[in-house]
């Protein structure tokens, strides 16, 4: 039964790790703002409209539901702050969704349903898509994104660590041999301070007790997170890594 778990495990480690990889570093003026999956955020009359492209079918679908549910946030300086959120009520049909919000200086929105329960069982929140309203939401949906890749290599090298029973850091080659397919998504890193090339999720390891994952983010910028030592945490990230990498979108 243990067996079967952790074949169900594996594999729904390594569904979420091959969707992991991070887009190529853009150009550095800024990335692009008001747009995700296929639909675009557009102001009308200071109210924010959703614009489902044809590729968005599914997500416009999913949105046809009483749970629907819009959060948008200000992060000045890269600080979580200022929560404005409301039920979307959405018409059955059209590729324009009116969400009857005002913007109101926020970066960023996440469309979302909220948890209910359904059948006679819980149905946890699930992020939709997320849209950058600004180009410091852009920024800051970027990095979350690419710490979710990070977090997803990181439990598949726990998870290598507690089938494997034995005292010291997952080198690459164990992870590797655990789960071949990833090395579409995670590269090798020479040393502790390396970077990965754009697009893919650096790993290094000292087989005792340092580690180190590393990921360009859409500007270039390096973010990592390194244990080292009486398992000592060090990242530039922290404001993300609360992100659930299981979460089968951002």
């Known amino acids: ?21 991070a887009g190529p570093a853009q150009a550095q003026d800024g990335l ?5 999956h296929g639909v675009q955020a557009e102001r009308s009359h200071g109210s924010l409209v959703l614009v489902f492209s ?30 404005h959120s409301g039920n979307l009520d959405v018409p059955r049909r059209g590729r324009r969704v009116g969400t009857g919000f005002g913007v109101r200086g926020e970066d960023y929105c996440r469309i979302f349903l909220r948890a209910h329960r359904a059948g006679g069982r ?12 600004t180009q410091a939401g852009a920024v800051y949906l970027d990095e979350e994104e690419k710490t979710v890749a990070l977090l997803r290599v990181s439990l598949a090298v726990e998870f290598v660590q507690e089938k494997a029973k034995r005292p010291g850091a997952v080198t690459y080659a164990r992870l590797i041999r655990a789960f071949p397919p990833i090395q579409r998504v995670v590269v090798e ?11 893919k999720v650096g790993y290094f390891s000292d087989g005792a ?7 360009l983010s859409g500007l270039g910028r390096r973010l990592f997170i390194e244990r080292s030592v009486g398992g000592v945490l060090t ?3 922290a404001a993300h890594l609360g992100a659930n990498p299981l979460s089968p979108s951002r």
């Open 189 to 199: 890193l020479a040393s502790p301070g390396d970077s990965p090339p754009p697009g």
């Open 209 to 215: 007790e340092h580690t180190v994952l590393a990921v």
């Open 122 to 133: 819980h149905i946890p929140r699930r992020t939709l898509f997320s849209l950058s309203l």
């Open 54 to 83: 044809p590729q968005a079918a599914k997500l416009r679908k999913r949105i046809n539901s009483p749970y629907a549910w819009i959060e948008c946030t200000q992060v000045p300086d890269g600080l979580f702050i200022g929560v």
């Open 1 to 21: 039964m243990r067996s079967s778990f952790l074949a169900m495990r594996r594999a729904l480690l390594l569904s979420v790790l091959l969707a992991s990889v």
């Open 32 to 36: 692009p703002v008001g747009e995700s």
């Open 235 to 237: 990242t530039n990230v």
